[in-house]
């Protein structure tokens, strides 16, 4: 029969394994996620599974196209979407900016931009809030 002391013992040690575990656990999730954006991008991709088979739904950005080098102060964006709801666009993981629609195609005038890459998306939002839609990453470069 184990004695009190073997007892608290055994328990203090597995206490400190459990504890060990969590924090390697932790550890191991900042690590994986260390590079800027990760989560977002992960997030992203299972969203993206999720509306594949949302009806006939579809967003894309069509200009700029892809590697084009954008020059200027001023760019206008086209994004051609489905007419389930409205757009919305974002640019290197940034918040999602509300687009006008005009000529059967939705716009973002697109102005103060820094030089450098650029990563675009759109997301097709339906008018009770719900994202039906995001379209692929589009990049470009801005000079």
């Known amino acids: 029969m184990a004695t009190k002391k073997a007892v608290k013992k055994a328990v203090s040690t597995e206490k400190k394994v459990v504890k060990k575990k969590a924090v390697a656990a932790k550890t191991t999730k900042k690590a994986a996620c260390s590079k800027k954006g990760c989560v977002k991008q992960q997030v992203i991709g299972k969203k993206q599974e ?4 949302n009806g006939n739904s579809y967003v894309l950005v069509d200009y700029p196209v892809e590697n084009e080098t954008v020059y200027g102060d001023n760019y206008v964006l086209r994004i051609g979407a489905s007419f389930d709801g409205y757009v919305e666009v974002s640019f290197n993981d940034s918040e ?6 005009a000529s059967g195609y939705w716009w973002y005038d697109w102005s103060y931009f820094q030089p450098g890459d650029i990563k675009i998306v759109a997301r ?3 008018n009770d809030g719900k994202i039906l839609k995001i379209s692929d990453i589009r990049k470009c470069k801005v000079s």
């Open 96 to 101: 999602w900016q509300p687009c006008r629609f």
């Open 124 to 126: 097709l939002v339906g």
């Open 50 to 53: 999720e509306f594949i088979n």
